[in-house]
């Protein structure tokens, strides 16, 4: 038996502009989380994925590595223990500013792990049969890339990631 899990991540982002001594241009991004739950499964948010880069860059791009960078977003799955489930979630999704005149596209990187070490995450596929821990609890941390920045506003600007979770029974 098949138990079918939905989580929606309401994913916000806040970019500004902020002006140091120098006059060079800090742009800061920070992606929020929220999750409904349905079913027995539990999802903790531990941890926002965070950018942050100096404008001198000039950037056109900017990448989180799930695996190894500070910045990335942090998921715990709490399950029974042993279980095998199925994760699946999106690979892109574009941000929208709030006056709708602006959007960002972010491609998401997502490695996970059963226990609470991100150098030892190995990199999900867009579908992954994965075990929970003795503990019954999974690791997924978030990161990818943010595209789009040539003409960036400031602004708020939102997505959503959605996120599957099927018990194997």
Do not use: C
Request: negative net charge; charged residues 15%.
């Amino acid at each position: 038996m098949i138990k079918y899990l939905k989580y929606v991540l309401a994913m916000g982002m806040l970019i500004g502009y902020i002006a140091d001594a120098q006059t060079a241009t800090q742009i800061t991004a920070k992606i929020t989380s929220t999750a409904n739950v349905i079913g027995n499964v539990d999802l903790i948010v531990l941890k926002d994925l965070e950018f942050v880069v100096s404008s001198s860059l000039s950037p056109t791009e900017l990448t989180i590595d799930p695996q190894k960078d500070w910045q990335s977003g942090q998921i715990k799955l709490i399950g029974f223990p042993k279980s095998l489930v199925r994760v699946t979630s999106e690979k892109q999704s574009i941000l929208l500013h709030e006056n709708g005149q602006s959007q960002l596209f972010f491609t998401y990187n997502i490695s996970g792990s059963p226990v609470n070490v991100q150098g030892k995450s190995i990199l999900l596929t867009k579908t992954n049969e994965v075990n929970l821990s003795d503990r019954g609890v999974y690791y997924l941390w978030m990161g990818g890339q943010l595209s789009g920045l040539e003409n960036i506003i400031p602004g708020n600007y939102t997505m959503e990631l959605k996120i599957d979770v099927e018990y194997i029974l």
